[in-house]
T-cell receptor
Framework: GAVVSQHPSRVICKSGTSVKIECRSL??????MFWYRQFPKQSLMLMATSNEGSKATYEQGVEKDKFLINHASLTLSTLTVTSAHPEDSSFYIC???????????FGQGTRLTVV | AQSVTQPDIHITVSEGASLELRCNYSYGATPYLFWYVQSPGQGLQLLLKYFSGDTLVQGIKGFEAEFKRSQSSFNLRKPSVHWSDAAEYFCAVGDGGDDKIIFGKGTRLHILP
């Protein structure tokens, strides 16, 4: 089946620095990618939807300037957490849908810890 | 290691028929369990979740799921499906003390008129 690779799986960074998370579709073209954030003991929160070649659509309450999303190609989307703070520490996961039947595939997730 | 298995990749049912989507998990303690639905081109929508308490959980859109610890299962059910239920369904397990979440590979539901 199709594979979505998310990298890194874990990252620790200092407050004030920026962190980039990559989401790659390895064997299919991902026309749409979704970025989610998981909080402890809560359900997944959709942060933004990105379509290749266009600006991401952010959900209400998600800071566009803080969570920069780029979807420059059909196989790669990146989420950059800018000027990270401890409250940004979380588990981030991406999913991608292809052109064939819009089936969704998930990355393995990234655990971000801001110290 | 934690894992989630959805054994059925595709399921086809007739409109008005009952539905059961299977989900099995592997986890050392009591997990947090979720069912999400994704319609084409849309993000995930939470159908229901189980954290503790009553093992039969009611969700939105007429869905329910039952946590069976002895079988490590959290199957999703609906007594009568509608054409609008055609979508992809994901079971997920979360760590109660953490925020990591693991998804099953999904089950695509097709509805026959």
């Amino acid at each position: 089946g199709a594979v979505v690779s998310q990298h890194p799986s874990r990252v620790i960074c200092k407050s004030g620095t920026s962190v980039k998370i990559e989401c790659r579709s390895l064997d299919f073209q991902a026309t749409t990618m979704f970025w989610y954030r998981q909080f402890p003991k809560q359900s997944l929160m959709l942060m933004a939807t990105s379509n290749e070649g266009s600006k991401a659509t952010y959900e209400q309450g998600v800071e566009k300037d803080k969570f920069l999303i780029n979807h420059a190609s059909l196989t790669l989307s990146t989420l950059t957490v800018t000027s990270a703070h401890p409250e940004d520490s979380s588990f981030y996961i991406c999913s991608a849908t292809g052109t064939a039947d819009l089936e969704a595939f998930f990355g393995q997730g990234t655990r971000l810890t801001v110290v | 290691a934690q894992s989630v298995t959805q054994p059925d990749i595709h399921i086809t049912v007739s409109e008005g028929a009952s539905l059961e989507l299977r989900c099995n998990y592997s986890y050392g303690a009591t997990p947090y369990l979720f069912w999400y639905v994704q319609s084409p081109g849309q993000g995930l929508q939470l159908l229901l979740k189980y954290f503790s308490g009553d093992t039969l959980v009611q969700g939105i859109k007429g869905f329910e799921a039952e946590f069976k610890r002895s079988q490590s299962s959290f199957n999703l059910r609906k007594p009568s499906v509608h054409w609008s239920d055609a979508a992809e369904y994901f079971c997920a397990v979360g760590d109660g003390g953490d925020d990591k979440i693991i998804f099953g590979k999904g089950t695509r539901l097709h509805i026959l008129p």
